[in-house]
């Protein structure tokens, strides 16, 4: 890569983009708000069920001017969601600065495996096995949103939950593979254990991207 183009990507003034959506959030504190999604591409975190693993090799995805993006948004939507691939693997103070003065909302969704970067009015955060998220990433948590692939996960979830703020809103999320399965246990342990709510992938309910 030219050092130009790495410099404005060290910077956040250039990002790798996978892709950007208008759609409806599906997931967690504000699902069924509209939201435009910008998806940045790269994520060694290596979660087995990922749903987007077309998002890991960043090299695929063509470094794209933030500018243009923000000024994308800002045709179509006053709330962004920044998703990935780990978004938190690239600097997010200049893209978040620019939608703020925008007058637009900005939500991440994140392992938070890396380093915390960007001003964020909804943090959610999904910690994986694999990669744990930073000790300085769990205060930011607006919400903890736990994905539950078998029954391990449950006790995962718990020990997550000691980390976050205690005004941190609790989510168990079945992993879509195995909803059928996860879904119905999912509900008892909430019924069970209320300080959890349950988060459902909605728009793959609703098929909508
Ligand atoms: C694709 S990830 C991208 C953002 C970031 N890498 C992360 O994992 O939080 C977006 C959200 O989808 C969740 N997710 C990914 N694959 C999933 C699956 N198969 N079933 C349910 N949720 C999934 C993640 O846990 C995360 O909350
Ligand atoms: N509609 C919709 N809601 C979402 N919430 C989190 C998503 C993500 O992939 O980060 C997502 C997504 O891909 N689509
Ligand atoms: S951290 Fe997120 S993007 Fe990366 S593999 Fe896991 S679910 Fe996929
Ligand atoms: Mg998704």
Redesign the pocket.
């Known amino acids: 890569m030219k050092k130009e183009v790495q410099d404005l990507i060290d910077k956040g003034e250039m990002l790798p983009l996978m892709e950007e959506f208008y759609t409806i959030q599906g997931?967690g504190a504000h699902t069924g708000t509209a939201a435009y999604f910008i998806r940045i591409g790269g994520?060694d975190?290596g979660?087995h069920?990922?749903?987007?693993k077309e998002?890991w090799n960043a090299k695929l995805h063509p470094p794209t001017a933030t500018d243009t993006i923000v000024a994308h948004a800002k045709a179509y939507a006053n709330t962004v969601v920044i998703?990935?691939?780990?978004?938190l693997m690239w600097s997010l103070d200049y893209i978040t600065n620019q939608l703020q003065k925008n007058q637009i909302k900005t939500h991440i969704?994140?392992?938070g495996a890396y380093s915390f970067s960007g001003v964020w009015d909804w943090f959610?955060l999904?910690p994986?096995k694999t990669k744990l998220p930073l000790a300085e990433v769990y205060p930011e948590a607006d919400e903890l949103?736990m994905?539950i692939h078998n029954n391990s996960d449950f006790e995962f979830a718990e020990q997550q939950a000691k980390l976050v703020s205690t005004d941190c809103k609790l989510y168990l999320?079945?992993?879509?593979?195995k909803r059928d399965k996860m879904t119905p246990l999912i509900v008892d342990y909430v019924m069970k254990n209320p300080k959890w709510k349950i988060s459902l992938?909605t728009h793959k309910y609703l098929d909508i991207p």
């Open positions: 997931e994520c975190v979660c069920w990922c749903d987007v998002s998703t990935g691939g780990e978004p969704e994140t392992s959610c999904s994986k949103k994905i999320q079945p992993e879509w593979s992938q």
